[in-house]
């Protein structure tokens, strides 16, 4: 019903930086939620960032406040993370997630397939 696709994951060294893209496809509605949530290998599933579409509410985890951004293109229906100065504790398969009734306090709806972040030290 709904289809995320995610892409820009990719290697960086440490301080560098990448810019996630989450496509949305489908039954959406008019508004909805977009979340980031990531894990690494050996730990919990963790929420990075959301935005929400009616009021604009982003929300981020304290450890990527000030070095990550969260942003939508409603016209293209895609919502980005920009991530900068990435840490080698950043590294870790990004999920986007979508909730339809656009509320960034659950798990979401659906997911995406995820994206490989690596960041070398």
């Known amino acids: 019903e709904v289809q995320l696709v995610e892409s820009g994951g990719g290697l960086v060294e440490a301080g560098g930086s990448l810019r996630l893209s989450c496509t949305a496809s489908?039954?959406?509605?008019?508004?909805?939620?977009i979340g980031w949530f990531r894990q690494a290998p050996g730990k919990e599933r963790e929420a990075v960032s959301c935005?929400?579409?009616?009021?604009?509410?982003?929300a981020y985890a304290d450890s990527v406040k000030g070095r990550f951004t969260i942003s939508s293109d409603n016209a293209k229906n895609t919502v980005y993370l920009q991530m900068n100065s990435l840490k080698p504790e950043d590294a870790a398969v990004y999920y986007c997630?979508?909730?339809?009734?656009?509320?960034?306090?659950?798990?979401?709806?659906?997911w995406g397939q995820g994206t490989q972040v690596t960041v070398s030290s």
């Open positions: 935005i929400s579409s009616s009021d604009g509410f982003t």
């Open positions: 489908g039954a959406t509605g008019d508004n909805y939620a």
């Open positions: 997630v979508a909730d339809l009734s656009d509320s960034c306090a659950g798990n979401g709806d659906y």
